[in-house]
């Protein structure tokens, strides 16, 4: 088996041309880290 970090694993997703990876990446990208930052700042 072999165990990556969860931000190798995301550097390994986003270097991908998989349709599949990059439409996850795409996802992350526009929805996932705007939603991360907007709660941040939210309880700041």
């Known amino acids: 088996m072999n165990f990556r970090s969860e931000p190798n694993l995301y550097k390994l997703i986003f270097q ?3 349709p599949e990876a990059e439409k ?3 996802w992350v ?14 309880y700041d």
């Open 16 to 18: 991908s041309r998989k």
């Open 24 to 26: 996850f990446a795409d």
């Open 29 to 42: 990208k526009s929805e996932v880290l705007p939603a991360i930052f907007l709660q941040r700042r939210l």
